[in-house]
């Protein structure tokens, strides 16, 4: 009897989600305030992670920028400083464990505790598995998810004492669907994706309901990582295009941010559709980039 209770209770909540979803679709979220909040952006030198920075002083947040490039992250700290901010630049190498622990120490000690984390730092290298380097491919993954891993560790436990924060990881639509000649950025970003999703179960699990999570999910941006992408189907995006929607989410509490938000529905579809009829919309996707293909440069 418990059980025909149990699966009717689940009926009904499935129902009203649908229905509270349609509405939430017509009525616009409501969104919160970041002003003061203690901001860490990784990657901040440049692309979106430097856009997402401008969106958050706009915001009056209390910046704290990492980078690997000294150059590009003092100039979006300066012009986040001229946007009315306060804006403090770390050199920071997020491939490196240890240089991320000793970082994190030095943002509390000099700034405080972090609130708001948007795992942005991120790297690609272009090319088909036999041509790419084994330290490309474990460069990859220090950036791309285990710096997320000792990152989210080192700020989280402050996050819990408060119940309170907003951890954002930056991924891809390659963290759910896959792209020939990029084999190890979309197993990196399908990571990411993984992470988000189990971290979030996590903290619903603990009770933590006051720390908030986001996935960011655009297609190609052009940001200069991978040259000359083109594709049929989708745009190739600007990064403050990207940046305005990744703020978006981030004040609404959105769960995942699709840029643009009908990739939904190719990635619907690609569950559904038999193999030839997936590989017949990839042929017609046509995605083009230059990637290196036996040693070549190649656009494929």
Known sequence: MNTVLDMLLLLFIIIYSYLESLVKFFIPRRRKSVTGEIVLITGAGHGIGRLSAYEFAKQQ?????WDINKRGIEETAAECRKLGA????????????EAIYSSVNQVKKEVGEVTILVNNAGTVYPADLLSTKDEEITKTFEVNILGHF??????????????????????SVCGHTVTPYLIPYCSSKFAAVGFHRALTSELQAMGKTGIKTSCLCPVFVNTGFTKNPSTRLWPVLETNEVARRLMDGILTNKKMIYVPSYITVSLILERFLPERALEAINRVQNVRFEAVVSHKTKMK
């Open 150 to 171: 000792w990152i989210t560790k080192a700020l989280l436990p402050s996050m819990m004492k408060r119940n309170h924060g907003h951890i954002v990881t930056v991924a």
């Open 86 to 97: 306060t804006a403090h630049a770390f050199v920071v190498d997020c491939s490196n464990r």
């Open 61 to 65: 947040s209390r910046l704290v920028l």
